[in-house]
C-alpha cells in the first residue's frame, strides 16, 4: 500500500545512546518532514527536507540530524539520546498537487530514553 | 511568522451536541489551512482543508479572515468523534508546503 512507513514503532534506548529512526514514503513525495509530539505541545518540527540532497532545521532541531538519502527516504538520528528526547516521533511527506498540499504521515515511532 | 493557536487543550460535549473547535492563526503570506485528527493510537490523517470547502464526517471549516480563524464545527458529535484534532496552516506561497500546527483539542463525547 501506498504511504509512509517508519521503523522502529518503539524503542527504549539509555542515556547517550544513539539509534536512527527511518522513514521511506513511496509516493514520489519531494518533501519530507519529521515531527514529535509531546503532550500539550502539539506537533513541533525537528527538520525538513524540501527535496533529495537538501535539509533544513524546524523548530527543535537540538540533538539530532538527518539524512535524505534519496527521493524516498529521510532518516532522523539521535546520536546521544537524552530523556527530554523521550516522545513519539512522526515521519511525514508532502506533494504539491493541484495548488493545494497534500501531507501524509506515518504511524508514529515511540521512543524512550531512561 | 506563522502561527495557530487551539485555546482549547480538552473539550467535553455529550453525544448528539453541537461541538465546535476553534482555531486562530496569524501569518504574513497567504495561508492554507487544514484539520488534522488523530484517533488512539492512530497515525495523523486529514481530516478539512479550507481550500476544499468540504464536509467530512459532518464536519466543516470556514476560513473567517478577518477573524483570522477556522473553527472546526459538527452540529451532532457522536463517540466515534472522540480524537486529538490538530489545526495546520501551510504557508500557500512556499513551494516547501512546510505546516505549522496548533498544540491540538483533545475531544471527548461522552454517550
Known amino acids: 500500500n501506498a504511504g509512509v512507513t517508519q521503523t522502529p514503532k518503539f524503542q527504549v534506548l539509555k542515556t547517550g545512546q544513539s539509534m536512527t529512526l527511518q522513514c521511506a514514503q513511496d509516493?514520489?513525495?519531494?518533501?519530507m518532514y519529521w515531527y514529535r509530539q509531546d503532550p500539550g505541545m502539539g506537533l513541533r518540527l525537528i527538520y525538513y527536507?524540501?527535496?533529495?540532497?537538501?535539509?533544513d532545521k524546524g523548530e527543535v532541531p537540538n540533538g539530532y540530524n538527518v539524512s535524505r538519502l534519496n527521493k524516498r527516504e529521510f532518516s532522523l538520528r539521535l546520536e546521544s539520546a537524552a530523556p527530554s528526547q523521550t516522545s513519539v516521533y512522526f515521519c511525514?511527506?508532502?506533494?504539491?498537487?493541484?495548488?493545494?498540499?497534500?501531507?501524509?504521515f506515518g504511524a508514529g515511532s515511540r521512543l524512550t530514553v531512561l | 511568522a506563522q502561527r495557530v493557536t487551539q485555546p482549547e487543550k480538552l473539550l467535553s460535549v455529550f453525544k448528539g451536541a453541537p461541538v465546535e473547535l476553534k482555531c486562530n492563526y496569524s501569518y504574513s503570506g497567504s495561508p492554507e489551512l487544514f484539520w488534522y485528527v488523530q484517533y488512539s493510537r492512530q497515525r495523523l490523517q486529514l481530516l478539512l482543508r479550507?481550500?476544499s470547502r468540504e464536509s467530512i464526517k459532518g464536519f466543516t471549516a470556514d476560513l473567517n479572515k478577518g477573524e483570522t480563524s477556522f473553527h472546526l464545527k459538527k452540529p451532532f458529535a457522536q463517540e466515534e468523534d472522540s480524537a486529538m484534532y490538530y489545526c495546520a496552516l501551510v504557508d500557500r506561497g512556499s513551494t516547501l508546503g512546510r505546516l505549522y500546527f496548533g498544540r491540538g483539542t483533545q475531544l471527548t463525547v461522552w454517550p
Open positions: 479550507h481550500i
Open positions: 509516493m514520489n513525495h519531494n518533501s
Open positions: 511525514a511527506s508532502n506533494e504539491r498537487r493541484s495548488g493545494a498540499n497534500v501531507l501524509t
Open positions: 527536507s524540501a527535496s533529495e540532497g537538501t535539509t
